[in-house]
């Protein structure tokens, strides 16, 4: 791939993020990103455990481990949430994309639901307390991952650290729901 359209997919996002994170009310951050749980939440309230653990394509994450994923990377953003409110760098790399627990199958699926559920539960009344007049000059990294075009036409993923402010953070919860939300609809769509 290009260096100009990789560079054409990192400006892209930022300004995406400034627009949508940065520069938002924090009151329309936080009703987005509760709308996704809330879509999530809905459509797992539709999937039953046996379906979860199902495989539907070789390769692919099953549901179960798609909300696995979920619970494993926004336990700690909300760890990195709390820093950057304290006006602190969160310790430590960023997040590693495709992080998983170290068994994801043998979790119980009430429990994953349920931890998922707390999760974002906590993430929302913590962004609920946040005053709107609230500001920072702290950053934490982000494994940014953008789907992006090659010269053939296929779809590639790309991944850079970027730095973001907490309203640009929040919001990552929001896109990365959204874009599981479709995968696990894929998944049991497959089966």
């Excluded at 627009?19 to 329309?28: C, D, I, S």
């Excluded at 798609?66 to 310790?91: F, K, M, N, Q, Y």
């Excluded at 940014?144 to 309203?167: C, F, Q, S, T, Y």
Aim: charged residues 25%.
């Amino acid at each position: 791939m290009s260096p100009d359209t990789i560079e054409g997919a990192k400006t892209k996002a930022r300004e995406y993020f400034a627009a949508r994170g940065t520069l938002a009310p924090a009151a329309a951050l936080r009703e987005g990103i509760a709308e996704a749980f809330e879509s999530l939440e809905a459509f797992l309230d539709t999937v039953p455990a046996a379906a979860a653990a199902r495989t539907a394509t070789a390769g692919e994450w099953t549901i179960h481990e798609i909300v696995d994923h979920l619970v494993e990377t926004h336990r700690p953003g909300l760890d990195e949430l709390w820093c950057l409110l304290a006006g602190r760098r969160p310790p430590g790399e960023a997040i590693p994309a495709g992080l998983q627990s170290k068994a994801p199958l043998v979790r119980p699926w009430p429990w994953l639901r349920g931890e998922l559920a707390r999760v974002h539960g906590e993430i929302l009344r913590t962004l609920g307390a946040v005053p709107s007049d609230f500001a920072t000059e702290a950053r934490a990294p982000i494994v940014m991952v953008v789907n992006v075009a090659d010269e053939r036409g296929k779809v590639v993923p790309v991944h850079w650290i970027e730095e973001l402010d907490w309203k640009a953070y929040s919001i990552t919860w929001r896109l990365h729901v959204i874009d599981h939300l479709k995968q696990a609809r894929r998944v049991l769509a497959a089966l």
